[in-house]
Each structure stands twice: as structure tokens, then as C-alpha cells.
């Protein structure tokens, strides 16, 4: 059983930083790339950032374009989330998931993590 636990999530200022981290563990974990999205209250699961183990290919969303990086360490088998100038409609729960390839859909992540609270908030 492949598990994903999320961590870094808290409160911050509007225009501050944090970064979020997705650790899998588990037998046979083989996914291709890893994913975030987020969900807020009353909102559609939103596509954040996806990221391709081999090779490092990246996509973002628009709403996080130049704001958000996503990584990988492979040897730790960590995805991480920078996430900088952060805004009040940044606040979500923030998943993390893992994919056989790189994508930005949802239905098509094979794993997905509990989720960490991020509120922006002054």
C-alpha cells in the first residue's frame, strides 16, 4: 500500500512563504510524477502543480504561475511545494498525488495524500 503524508501547511501573511512536503512510502511505489492541487470550502478540486520524476518536466497552474515551484528529491522520494507572494485565495487544503505520468487531471492520480491546511490570512 502506497501511502503520501503531506506536511508544512499553516498560517501565513499575505505576500509570505511556505513550503509544503509529500513523502511516499509504501512497497512498489513506481508512479511517474507527482501532483498538488488544492480545494477550498464551497470550490471544484483545483489542478496547483505536477511534476515528472525523471527529467523534472513541470506544470502549473495559471493562478500559481510564477509563484509556485514544484521539486523532487528521488532518493527521498519527496515532492516539494515553494510556495511565495501567497495570497488570501491561496487558502486551501492542499493534497498531494502521485500518477503513473504527467498530468494535470485529477481522475487520473492513482494515489492521493490527507492534506494540509494553508490559510492566508492577516
Known amino acids: 500500500q502506497v501511502q503520501l503524508v503531506e506536511s508544512g501547511g499553516g498560517l501565513v501573511q499575505p505576500g509570505g512563504s511556505l513550503r509544503l512536503s509529500c513523502t511516499a512510502s509504501g512497497r512498489s511505489f513506481s508512479s511517474n510524477a507527482s501532483g498538488w492541487f488544492r480545494q477550498s470550502p464551497g470550490k471544484e478540486r483545483e489542478f496547483v502543480a505536477a511534476i515528472r520524476w525523471s527529467g523534472g518536466s513541470t506544470r502549473y497552474s495559471d493562478s500559481v504561475k510564477g509563484r509556485f515551484t514544484i521539486a523532487r528529491d528521488n532518493r527521498k522520494n519527496t515532492v516539494y511545494l515553494q510556495m511565495n507572494s501567497l495570497k488570501p485565495e491561496d487558502t486551501a487544503v492542499y493534497y498531494c498525488?502521485?500518477?503513473?505520468?504527467?498530468?494535470?487531471?485529477?481522475?487520473?492520480?492513482?494515489?492521493w495524500g490527507q492534506g494540509t491546511q494553508v490559510t492566508v490570512s492577516s
Open positions: 498525488a502521485a500518477a503513473p505520468f504527467l498530468t494535470t487531471q485529477g481522475d487520473q492520480y492513482d494515489y
